[in-house]
């Protein structure tokens, strides 16, 4: 197949986890893969596997432009954007500070939005192309603890949701995908980013509570794989008519119905668990 032939995606956040084993997957299924990260240099492996790399911080509008520019001048044609690049800033709302949350927004939300805004005027002008968007299971239901991370990504959510209709008469196609707790290295992040919080000394407890639930995380029963991500990824790109939202594992489907719960037996919820760790 040649390279102006083969269906082209462009990856963000491939260093490691579900953006590495999505690289790998839309290989295997021949497409030209672009492959990206803050750090070239992280992406070795990818390069030798085939993949095309460039260096890619989400929140550059040139490094942005620039790299998708480069896809369209080298491969003809930008198929699908895989906007997976974001990382989770944990703690309570009072305890994270302001310059935390815009951090947190300029990757999970501007990211997504720059990159997107990037790639649909070449997308527009070939009457197709897909654009993926990476959420979560804290997509669709908020947590105490967890509240910049969830909002972060109900937002990405809602302009996903409002993007869709207003590109499809394009034959543009845009979709979710909601993985629970996956076994990367994700939760380090959070740790580290955890671990710069000066604590109010007011939400002992929702520490306390973070701390077990990094038992639904990497190496648990309930973790999923990143190439069970990534496959879920490369269907939503393959198939004609794909869905809205996929849930992968079985926190994100039971997150779908928890968001049906009433808020008031959600809080009830939280304050029971909160009131065991005191």
Known sequence: MSATGAKTVLITGCSSGIGRAGARAFLEDEWRVYATARDESDLGGLVDAGC?????????????????????????????????????????????PIERVHEQFDVNVYGP????????????????????????????VATPGMGVYSGSKFALEGMTDALRPEVAEYGIDVVLIE????????????VH??????????????????????SLGPGSPVAVAPRVVADSILTAANVPNPGSRYQVGSIARASEFGRFVPDRMRDKAYEVGSNVLR
């Open 179 to 190: 993985p629970s707790p996956a076994d990367t290295s994700f939760d380090d992040r959070v």
């Open 52 to 96: 095309e790399t460039a260096s890619l911080d989400v929140t550059d509008d040139d490094e942005v432009r620039q790299v998708v520019e480069r896809v369209v001048e080298e491969s003809g044609r930008l198929d699908c954007l895989v906007n997976n690049a974001g990382y989770g800033q944990f703690g309570p709302i009072e305890d994270v």
């Open 193 to 214: 980013e955890l671990d710069g919080l000066e604590h109010s000394g007011a939400y002992d407890a929702y520490y306390d509570l973070y701390q077990d639930a990094r």
């Open 113 to 140: 939005h720059r990159l997107t805004r990037a790639v649909l005027p070449h997308m527009r002008d070939r009457g197709r192309g897909r654009i993926i968007n990476l959420s979560s299971a804290a997509g669709r």
